[in-house]
């Protein structure tokens, strides 16, 4: 039932009611911004990626420990 769902044509038409809602104008704007949003997101998930990798490989010591490992003295 779903074969060939999405086919050439309907990507052409697609693309021709953007161009005739949002003009031909604000297209480029439009595909700047989510260029720009697009590598800020890969950033910020590169930045998350090295920051796990980082904390998964130096541990950090459960609370109320001292920092040879021993328990603190109260």
């Not at 480029?28 to 720009?36: T, Y």
């Amino acid at each position: 039932m779903l074969r060939n769902a999405l086919e050439p044509w309907h990507l052409l038409l697609v693309a021709i009611a953007f161009i005739v809602l949002f003009g031909s104008k604000r297209l480029p704007d439009a595909a700047r911004s989510l260029g720009r949003s697009l590598r800020i997101l890969k950033s910020e998930t590169r930045a998350l990626r090295e920051d796990g990798a980082e904390s998964a490989a130096a541990p950090t010591p459960p609370p109320g420990s001292g920092e040879d490992g021993r328990a603190a003295s109260r």
